[in-house]
């Protein structure tokens, strides 16, 4: 079953704004990571943020995690056209082996 | 260096043939996964590699699907018997140690679309 669960499903904005994707999960986790996908091939890894931190920074990308509501949120500032792509939360959980993904928010940034 | 390679890029088949799908992983890296995406979805976990562990196949939809690791390396995925609802990208990724303390980054490669006609 899916652990975490993003929203919203689609997103579309102008370039130059910002953009928010939310992920919630279902059980305790290690970490929570954020994956970008380009044309439904192989992800690439964005942003790693542990259990005992609560907010964290890449370049325009910021990240943050509330572990009591069990919720993440993906930001990207100052959006470009070529961030457009499918973005996806993916759980590490603590009794588990392996990566748990959502089902991902499509983003699209107009130019 | 390289990054994880998968092939074929592309495989179509007729229902009732097997398929075997190959992947190779960063030089090192001890876990190796598959995972299933279908056509707007996310990903589904299906088999994990770690070292000389025995492998969780928890994720594997049915018995038609198996894999295996030769060497602590390359990977094969076989689907015997294709049936059209295993059409799909397939990916696998590979990352450097699955510890749980650590943190674990997995490296995706390009995928194979699966086309079951």
């Known amino acids: 079953s899916q652990q975490g669960e993003e929203d919203p499903q689609a997103l579309s904005i102008q370039e130059g704004e910002n953009a928010t994707m939310n992920c919630s999960y279902k059980?305790?986790?290690?970490?929570l990571q954020w994956y970008r996908q380009n044309s439904g091939r192989g992800l690439v890894h964005l942003i790693l943020?542990?259990?005992?931190?609560r907010e964290k920074h890449s370049g325009r990308l910021r990240v943050t995690l509330d572990t009591s509501k069990k919720s993440s949120s993906l930001l990207i500032t100052a959006s470009r056209a070529a961030d457009t792509a499918s973005y996806f939360c993916?759980?590490?959980?603590?009794?588990?082996?392996?990566?748990?993904f959502g089902a991902g928010t499509i983003l699209r940034v107009k130019s | 260096g390289a990054g994880v390679s998968q092939s074929p890029s592309n495989k179509v088949t007729e229902k009732g043939k097997d398929v075997e799908l190959r992947c190779d992983p960063i030089s090192g890296h001890t876990a190796l996964y598959w995972y299933r995406q279908s056509l707007g979805q996310g990903l589904e976990f299906l088999i994990y590699f770690q070292g000389n562990s025995a492998p969780d196949k928890s994720g594997l939809p049915s018995d038609r699907f198996s894999a295996e690791r030769t060497g602590g390396s390359v990977s094969t995925l076989t689907i015997q018997r294709t049936q059209q609802e295993d059409s799909a990208v397939y990916l696998c990724?590979?990352?450097?140690?699955?510890?749980?303390?650590?943190?674990?980054?997995?490296?995706f490669g390009p995928g194979t679309r699966l086309t079951v006609l």
């Open positions: 943020i542990r259990s005992n931190e």
């Open positions: 059980t305790s986790i290690n970490n």
């Open positions: 990724a590979s990352s450097l140690s699955s510890a749980r303390e650590w943190e674990d980054t997995q490296y």
């Open positions: 993916a759980t590490d959980e603590k009794y588990g082996n392996k990566l748990v």
